[in-house]
């Protein structure tokens, strides 16, 4: 491997913290030099030196190999964790190293969970840097490398082959090399047309673009304690839900929208099932909320279920209500959701739809052949055969999610003491909800966990994010290398 095609490709990376936390210094500015601007002035000098060190004394190369691909990917996720929690470590309060570096996770990987008890206690340029994270997360660290290296060079192609799957890759009707670009622009267009609705909305313009940057990646983190419920708006419960569902639908679907002016595009096989999930569990939500007396009348029982089945669903983990007096129905039906999520190709985390209508569908058809041995039986998926070597890699991550699953809740009963909040905090940190049940609940925090749990918590965080198979990638390379040398 060469370390300087590395170098420089974190590089880029790091540079792209260190201009949103130019904007947050900004931020901190124009607040009059809040509590703040002193960490995030230190944070960016150094995030800044560090990302333009390889661009000055490391010589450019436009080749890279596998090997090299998967360790860029891995070590600017990793990376930009590690300078993401600056701001927080240097402002000190209630962020210990452990607490920041949590925080920092959550945000990149647009899980949404907090070590925050009073996050309104936050000056305003760290709350933005919070949102940041979210954005450069949701969009994807790597993403966003890709869209500042120029043309289609064999590095741009072979690096958006290994960020994007090839799930991701269905629904666009372009080349390789436009995907990224496809990807960003409709990512920018949720986040421009979810600001303006939240102005129009009685937002405040500080509050209408954090939330804009969360709802977008699909994260989660508010400028305020009660996050969505805090505004007491059903216009602003409304237009989060519309753009959580936005940015869980698969983008090159949401552009062909755009571009042929059409709601065609939305007659897919895989869409239609999301839409049909959310329909039934907002139902079952709904019901189970007024038949207990958890609401009061039916339109607050219907507003609750379907925003927070939504906001499970597309991992976002907003709230306008406390879910850890819900009865076991409805929490369980979203920690469902939550794990099955939203579509390929969009910012959610979790298994997604477009996996499990694959699983389902694989089922299906190996029964077929087993009750009609000389049958030819294939599975379809919006009228296009899915090949068994296609097959087969998703039906495999899906075994190996539920693997990392089982293992971390094992994991994480051994480090807390509370084996409740180890299950329910190992389901939301590798599905990248945030949000939780009952004490881990959609109005709570993880300030009471075990700094172990945490770190736990934080590897279920990245594991959701990167789909497990770059983590695994790198992993093999690394051990790989030291038997060699043992032999």
């Known amino acids: ?39 995030l002035t230190i944070s960016f000098i150094i ?24 360790m860029i990917i891995v070590l600017s996720w990793l990376l930009s964790f590690l300078f993401g929690m600056l701001p927080y470590a240097l402002w000190g309060g209630p962020f210990t190293i452990v607490n920041a ?58 690096l958006t082959n290994m960020e994007l799957s090839s799930l991701s890759k269905y ?7 436009k995907t990224v670009n496809i990807f960003a622009w409709v990512y920018f ?32 983190f508010s400028t305020r304690n009660l996050s969505i419920g805090a505004f007491d708006s059903v216009a602003v419960d409304l237009i989060t839900m519309f753009f959580m569902l936005c940015s869980s639908v698969h983008f090159g679907i949401l552009f062909m929208c755009f571009v042929m002016r059409s709601v065609r595009p939305l007659k897919n096989e895989i869409f239609r099932c999301f839409m049909i999930m959310i329909a039934i569990a907002s139902l079952i939500v709904t019901v189970s909320l007024k038949v207990n007396g958890v609401e009061q009348t039916w339109g607050r029982s219907l507003l609750s279920a379907s925003f927070h089945v939504v906001s499970f669903v597309t991992t976002t983990g907003f709230a306008i209500s406390d879910n850890s007096v819900w009865p076991m129905l409805p929490s369980a039906m979203l920690m469902f959701v939550g794990l099955i999520c939203g579509m390929a190709g969009s910012t959610c985390g979790g298994i997604k739809i477009d996996r499990f209508v694959l699983l389902v569908k694989s089922i299906v058809n190996h029964m077929k052949n087993v009750l009609h041995p000389t049958s030819v039986n294939e599975v379809r998926v919006n009228g296009r055969i899915i090949r068994e070597q296609d097959l087969s890699p998703h039906i495999m991550y899906i075994s190996m999610y539920i693997f990392a699953m089982l293992f971390s809740v094992a994991a994480g009963m051994m480090v807390n003491g509370n084996g409740i909040h180890a299950l329910y905090g190992t389901l939301s940190s590798i599905s990248n909800i945030g949000a939780s049940l009952y004490d881990l609940g959609t109005f709570s925090n993880y300030a009471s966990e075990p700094a172990a749990a945490k770190i736990l918590y934080t590897i279920n965080m990245f594991l959701g994010r990167v789909e497990i198979y770059p983590v695994l990638a790198v992993l093999m390379m690394v051990t790989g290398r030291r038997l060699n040398r043992n032999r």
């Open 101 to 158: 570096w949590f925080e920092s996770v959550s945000g990149y990987t647009t899980t949404g969970s907090t070590i925050l008890e009073d996050v309104e206690s936050l000056p305003d340029s760290l709350l933005f840097w919070r949102a940041s994270t979210h954005f450069i997360g949701g969009l994807g660290v790597v993403v966003f490398l890709l869209l500042v290296i120029p043309g289609s060079t064999q590095m741009k192609l072979r």
């Open 189 to 220: 267009g949720i986040t421009a047309a979810a600001f303006l609705c939240y102005l129009l909305a009685g937002m405040g313009p500080f509050d209408a673009i954090c939330h804009a940057m969360s709802v977008v990646s699909t994260g989660g």
């Open 171 to 177: 629904e666009y009707r372009s080349r390789t090399n």
């Open 47 to 70: 995030t800044f030196v560090v990302g333009v060190f390889p661009f000055i004394f490391v010589r450019k190369h436009s080749a890279i190999s596998t090997q090299e691909g998967y």
């Open 1 to 39: 491997m060469k370390i300087q095609v590395i170098s420089r490709n974190v590089g880029y990376a790091l540079l792209v913290s260190a201009l949103f936390m130019f904007l947050s210094i900004l931020v901190s500015v124009s607040r009059g030099n809040d509590s703040a601007l002193a960490a």
